[in-house]
C-alpha cells in the first residue's frame, strides 16, 4: 500500500537505499464515527472523543478522533501491506502535535520524507533514519504532524538481537 | 484511577491548582499476549508484534506490544475513571521514546510530572502545561518516556470553542 515516489521500488529497502528528500506516500483510510467511538472507549474515554452532543462544548467544538488514533492509523498508513524497510518500521523515538481535529468522514493519508540518515557509531549494522511525516485530510490539511527516529538495519546485518536501537 | 500524590484533590484541576514538581500516579494495567496482538492487527500488522516465533528473529528477540499501542495505554492511564484536569487531557504536542520492548505479562503505570506551566499569552482562559510520564513495567524499569503539552483551562474560562490550542 505504501509507494515510493523516488527511487520506485517493490523491494523492503535498507540504510543504504534511502537518501535524504525521499517521499513516500500512503494508501488512504476514511475515519468514520463507529471507529473514532470504539478506540475513544478502549484507549481515550473523554466526553468529546465518545459523544457527539457533549463534545460541541468542548475545546473541539464537536466529536473529534483521538489523537492517539490519529497516530496509530499513521503507523498502519505508512506499514501498509508490507512495511518499507528491511526489518520493519521500528521507532527509536517520535515527536507528535495535532495543528487541528479529525472529524468524522475524514479520510486520511501519510506523507513522509526522509530528512536525516544516520549510521550507527556502534552498531555498524544499522543507522536511524529520520523521517517527517505529515497526515493530511480530504481538504489537504494537515491533522497530525510527526517526525520519527527509525532503526533500519544495513544490508551487511547479520541477524539484529538485542534491545538497544542505536 | 488516577491518584494526586500532592495536592489531593478529587476533582478537576484548573491552571492555578497545578504546580511545577506536582506528580501523578495512574493504576496499573496488565498486558497480554492477545491485547498486544489484537492491537497489531488493527495498527501496526508487523511479525515482531503479530507472532510469538517470528518476532525471535527480529530486533525485539521475541513479541513486543507495538510502541502505539503502549501510547495508547498511557492515555488510558492517565485518563483514568475520569480525567484529572478540568476540560480533559488534551495534548497539543508530545515526544515519545521507547527505551526498551513492552512484553506480554508486562503490567504497566505511569507516573507523571509537571515540568512547566505557561499561560497563553493570546487566550487568557487556558495554558499549556508541560508534563513527563514515565511508563514503567512490574520490574520498575522504563519502557517508555513522553513528554506532553497539555492545554489547561483557566478557573476564568468560559465556554472554550474554537480548534486553535494556544
Same mark, same amino acid.
Given at each position: &500500500?505504501? &509507494?515510493?515516489?523516488?527511487?520506485?521500488?517493490?523491494? @523492503?529497502?535498507?540504510?543504504?537505499?534511502?537518501?535524504?528528500? %525521499?517521499?513516500?506516500?500512503?494508501?488512504?483510510? =476514511?475515519?468514520?464515527?463507529?471507529?473514532?467511538?470504539?478506540?475513544?472507549?478502549?484507549?481515550? @474515554? %473523554?466526553?468529546?472523543?465518545?459523544?457527539?452532543?457533549?463534545?460541541? $462544548?468542548?475545546?473541539?467544538?464537536?466529536?473529534?478522533?483521538?489523537?492517539?488514533?490519529?497516530?496509530?492509523?499513521? &503507523? !498502519?498508513? #505508512?506499514?501498509? $501491506?508490507?512495511? @518499507?524497510?528491511?526489518?520493519?518500521?521500528?521507532?527509536? +523515538?517520535?515527536?507528535?502535535?495535532?495543528? !487541528?481535529?479529525?472529524?468524522?468522514?475524514?479520510?486520511?493519508?501519510? $506523507?513522509?520524507?526522509? #530528512?536525516?540518515?544516520? @549510521?550507527? =557509531?556502534?552498531?555498524?549494522?544499522?543507522? #536511524?533514519?529520520?523521517?517527517?511525516?505529515?497526515? !493530511?485530510?480530504? $481538504?489537504?490539511?494537515?491533522? %497530525? !504532524? &510527526?517526525?520519527?527516529?527509525?532503526?533500519?538495519?544495513?544490508?551487511?546485518?547479520?541477524?539484529?538481537?538485542?534491545? +538497544?536501537?542505536?
Amino acid at each position: &500500500m505504501l &509507494m515510493i515516489t523516488a527511487p520506485t521500488s517493490n523491494t @523492503p529497502l535498507y540504510l543504504e537505499d534511502l537518501c535524504v528528500g %525521499q517521499r513516500f506516500s500512503s494508501a488512504t483510510h =476514511r475515519l468514520d464515527e463507529e471507529q473514532i467511538i470504539a478506540f475513544a472507549c478502549q484507549f481515550d @474515554p %473523554q466526553p468529546f472523543h465518545l459523544d457527539r452532543a457533549a463534545a460541541v $462544548d468542548s475545546l473541539f467544538g464537536g466529536l473529534a478522533a483521538s489523537g492517539w488514533h490519529v497516530a496509530s492509523l499513521t &503507523m !498502519r498508513l #505508512i506499514v501498509g $501491506d508490507r512495511a @518499507p524497510f528491511a526489518g520493519g518500521v521500528i521507532g527509536a +523515538g517520535v515527536e507528535l502535535s495535532w495543528p !487541528r481535529p479529525t472529524r468524522p468522514g475524514d479520510v486520511l493519508r501519510v $506523507d513522509t520524507e526522509v #530528512i536525516e540518515i544516520t @549510521p550507527s =557509531r556502534s552498531k555498524p549494522d544499522r543507522g #536511524i533514519v529520520t523521517v517527517r511525516s505529515e497526515i !493530511r485530510n480530504q $481538504d489537504d490539511k494537515v491533522v %497530525q !504532524r &510527526m517526525t520519527s527516529r527509525l532503526v533500519v538495519p544495513s544490508r551487511n546485518a547479520g541477524v539484529a538481537t538485542g534491545q +538497544g536501537a542505536t
